[in-house]
């Protein structure tokens, strides 16, 4: 079936702007994750949701990001006021179950101006 | 911050020799997984070890991880030029929640022809 998906693949925002970044898990798989890339960097996770419930979002850089999967499928990452220091890659990742590899999508590239 | 760290940050080739990459980790783990990153797209999955498990092999692709010395390692034999891509180990610690992994700054591997 169709991997994981990611919309839009590259975002320009002014500094200021909010943004909404979607990602679309495998069919069927309960947990889903976001991370942030800087560039030249590894991911580093934001939040980890399990079916709807948001479990862990202590890598939430601070209170202007926001992320919600309200039925369990679908999650979109909203950044808000955007600042320079959110431009990076932001990327979803989805699992079947618990510790096994966990599928990416394609990314988001974001560039605050 | 991160946990992994990947050596060498950059490998230089000739097509054909085999490549090996090196992760250190700092904490226990329930599993490591080994990752590729062609510029520009997101992350694929190579190959999972769980903590249990010494050696695990796919393909061309052969991974060693040592827990008592906290450390893994990805060999690629016979390399081809689509073998150049960065390449990321990430460890799921134990104790830090389901499968939140931690990522190294990545091993920027290039197959000259």
């Known amino acids: 079936g169709a991997g994981v998906s990611q919309s839009p693949r590259y975002k320009v925002a002014k500094r200021g702007q909010d943004v909404a970044l979607r990602c679309d898990p495998i069919?069927?798989?309960?947990?889903l994750f976001w991370y942030q890339q800087a560039l030249g960097q590894g991911p580093e996770f934001l939040t980890y949701?399990?079916?709807?419930?948001?479990?862990?979002k202590s890598g939430l850089p601070s209170d202007r990001f926001f992320a919600e999967r309200p039925e369990g499928s679908v999650s979109t990452l909203k950044i808000q006021r955007t600042q320079q220091e959110d431009s990076a890659v932001y990327l979803c990742?989805?699992?079947?179950?618990?510790?096994?590899?966990?599928?990416f999508g394609p990314g988001t590239r974001l560039t605050v101006l | 911050s991160q946990q992994g760290e990947e050596d060498p940050q950059a490998l230089s080739i000739q097509e054909g020799e085999n490549a090996t990459m090196n992760c250190s980790y700092k904490?226990?783990?329930?599993?490591l997984q080994w990752y590729r990153q062609n510029s520009g797209r997101g992350l694929v999955h190579l190959i999972l070890?769980?903590?249990?498990?010494r050696e695990k092999h796919s393909g061309r692709l052969r991974v060693t991880l040592d827990t008592s010395k906290k450390s893994s390692s990805l060999l690629i034999t016979a390399s081809r030029a689509a073998d150049t891509a960065s390449y990321f180990c990430?460890?799921?610690?134990?104790?830090?929640?389901?499968?939140?992994?931690?990522f190294g700054q990545g091993t920027r591997l290039t197959i000259n022809p």
């Open positions: 069919s069927g798989h309960v947990s």
């Open positions: 070890i769980r903590s249990n498990e």
């Open positions: 990742a989805s699992t079947r179950t618990v510790y096994n590899e966990q599928f």
């Open positions: 990430a460890t799921d610690p134990v104790h830090q929640g389901a499968q939140k992994l931690v």
């Open positions: 904490t226990s783990i329930n599993n």
């Open positions: 949701f399990q079916n709807e419930a948001q479990l862990d």
